[in-house]
């Protein structure tokens, strides 16, 4: 059915439900899993000193993503593939999400409030829209 299976995770209790659905469904199609974090920089930084900050924040947050990412994996006995990219998020995965050709892509799902949602915009409403495959929302 699937063979090629992308993962979302930013390191959320939604980004790690998501990683535990791609390794469950992978065992039951025999598929490869790569996972795919994203560091997103502000777009408009106050100072390179912030740049900084953020981006020696980010690195020490997203190693433990991937600590934790291939503990899960090895539980369920996946190989997983993980790469951290730097950039926006939803590109980025798109971007990956074609690279690979993957025939499914699972994300975390993290509500906010009616507001937030009518005004940004949800990462995972934009990757059900511009994803080239399927896509799986956990929630």
Do not use: W
Not at 4 to 12: F, L, M, P, R, T
Not at 15 to 30: I, S, Y
Not at 48 to 76: M, Q, Y
């Amino acid at each position: 059915m699937f063979t090629q299976i992308v993962v979302a995770n930013d390191g959320s209790d939604g980004g790690f439900r998501a990683l535990t659905m791609a390794c469950e469904l992978a065992k039951r199609c025999d598929a490869a899993v790569h996972m795919i974090s994203v560091e997103e920089l502000p777009d408009f930084p106050a100072s390179i000193d912030e740049v900084i900050e953020i981006k020696d924040s980010e690195n020490h947050k997203f190693h433990d993503v991937l600590e934790r990412a291939r503990a899960l994996s090895k539980t369920t006995g996946i190989d997983l593939d993980a790469k951290v990219v730097a950039g926006h998020a939803v590109a980025s995965i798109v971007d990956h999400v074609k690279a690979l050709k993957a025939d499914l892509l699972v994300v975390g799902f993290m509500g906010h409030s009616a507001l937030y949602e009518r005004i940004i915009g949800g990462t995972a409403d934009r990757l059900v829209r511009l994803a080239p495959c399927p896509v799986l929302v956990v929630k």
